[in-house]
């Protein structure tokens, strides 16, 4: 009994020992900006990501939200309704580019896809991420900051502090459940509730899923957008684009020529 009070006291000692810092390292980066977007143009583009589903309830696959993507809606941006939205998103976008330390005079952010997700009771989206694209962007229209519609959940690329391999998705410990400390440094992923107007934007090589909307009167809304990163428009005179960025895609060509 001795050595256990002896051992309690100096793992409590070496837990309060404050020339010990843990700096958090190579840090992922995840975007949050809470748009100012006029209530009633959010309730038009609800309304209208309504109106290009349809009928649909949702994907192919069961218990799947409906995602416009593959259902014919990927170009939302190209809508005039949805202008004053791009604008912001464009905004925010070289505000996050500037964060990351990219000279903005060197990149020119381009639109590849965009598509309503409509996710009703009972439905969610399963793990993935857009290989296709450089950069996430994904604007809630609707949600009260509760989640119980669904959230997005962002899946840690590396698990750099599990120490043992399987810890940080295990039951029955060692790492204490729901401990602050825990979610800080070994969490497995992050959820981010729905809030109206909430833009989110991270690394589209990033896995994320959209968790079951649990609310029976309420459906989830929001606009993704798969972002690319190129190089700005040239001409043959000026220096060529930087080597690990592409030319700007009007400077490409079909291979082929006839
Ligand atoms: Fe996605």
Known sequence: MGRFFCARILSMSLISHPSLQLE??????????????????????????????????????????????????????????????????????????????????????????????????????GRHHHPNAHLSALIYLNGDGLGETGCLRLFAPHQSNELVPGLAVGYGGPLLDQAPARLSWNAPWVDVAPVAGLLLLFPAAVDHAVTENCRPDEQRLSIAFDLVLCSPETCVEAPAPPEYLAPHPSHWDPLRQD
């Open 24 to 125: 958090p390292l190579f840090p992922l980066a995840l975007a949050r900006a809470q748009l100012n977007l006029d209530p009633l143009d959010l309730a038009i583009w609800m309304q209208q990501v309504l109106a290009l589903r349809g009928k649909a309830l949702g994907n192919p696959q069961a218990g799947c939200a409906w995602t416009g993507d593959i259902n014919g809606i990927w170009q939302l941006h190209r809508l005039p309704v949805f202008a004053s939205l791009v604008r912001q998103l464009h905004e925010q976008v070289e505000a996050y580019l500037v964060q990351l330390g990219f000279d903005p005079s060197q990149v020119v952010p381009m639109i590849q896809r965009s598509w309503p997700v409509v996710s009703e009771q009972g439905q969610q989206v």
